[in-house]
């Protein structure tokens, strides 16, 4: 996949003992975070999914450095799929006049979805990377199941 100039963004799950390890990488810090969310998803729910039921739905993420603004969301993203069963489909991140960033997800219930794996618990801080390179953004995290 790429973003709108052609240059390379995506996505992995890595499998890693009993928790999910996802990495991602794009040009800019928000797409970065978005393709973060997109794995995510799809270490807990079968790809393939239809968005025709999605409802819209946004959240703030506060001022913060790079690494703890991916990790808000990461938790965000984490503790609505644990608490009410929303799994995000498509994520868009942007970044804010005062650098914390905009959230907006179109959302499905969770019946309309193939399962893979239980949601994760938690983003574990240890092993957690988030930065800027010669390429653009890559982060990794590793989520408890």
């Known amino acids: 996949m790429s973003d709108g100039d052609g240059r390379p963004r995506g ?19 928000e797409q970065c975070v ?29 001022l913060a450095t790079d690494a703890e603004l991916l990790v808000m969301v990461l938790d965000e993203v984490i503790y609505r799929m644990t608490t009410t069963g929303q799994i995000p489909v498509r994520t868009w991140v942007s970044a804010r006049a005062d650098d914390g960033l905009d959230v907006i997800q179109q959302i499905v219930e969770p019946e309309t979805l193939d399962a893979v794996s239980a949601p994760p618990d938690e983003v574990r801080l240890q092993d957690l990377t988030f930065a800027a390179g010669e390429t653009g953004w890559r982060c990794a995290a590793i989520l408890a199941v």
């Open 11 to 29: 996505h992995c799950v890595v499998p890693h003992v009993t928790d999910i390890r996802i990495e991602a990488w794009a040009q800019t810090r």
């Open 34 to 62: 978005e393709e973060a969310v997109a794995a995510l998803v799809e270490g807990v729910v079968d790809p393939g999914f239809d968005t025709e039921e999605a409802v819209e739905t946004w959240f703030p993420v506060p």
